[in-house]
Nanobody
């Protein structure tokens, strides 16, 4: 099963920035569309951004559009999420995962959830 390792979380004040990183454990991300989800306490993970492996096309949830940027560096087997103008409602555990059928709305995750990266934003 595919496994992912996230890093780069932390605690910031509202308006601050963080960059999250994700890599695959023992496999190449280049073969997959990749997505970032976030999970608030007591809730299911929600997809917030995706980048496909064909032409680098991206999608964003309305809640993060204009503030977050997803990118990938296939040469170094990494996917990133640059988060700017963070707000308290962005507080969550952030998880990266492969997507089974690109970045379409019906695409499901492919692989196991990792430990995630905790992001905490204070007002």
């Amino acid at each position: 099963q595919l496994q992912f390792v996230e890093s780069g979380g932390g605690s910031v004040q509202a308006g601050g920035s963080l960059r999250l990183s994700c890599t695959g454990s023992g496999f190449a991300l280049i073969h997959y569309s990749m997505a970032w989800f976030r999970q608030a306490p007591g809730e299911e993970p929600v997809r917030i951004s995706c980048i496909n492996n064909i032409n680098g096309g991206t999608t964003y949830a309305d809640s993060v559009k204009g503030r977050f940027t997803i990118s990938r560096d296939d040469a170094n087997n990494m996917v990133y999420l640059q988060m700017n103008n963070l707000q308290p409602e962005d507080t969550a555990v952030y998880l990266c995962v492969a997507m089974g059928r690109g970045c379409g709305v019906i695409s499901q995750k492919y692989g196991d959830w990792g430990q995630g990266a905790q992001v905490t934003v204070s007002s």
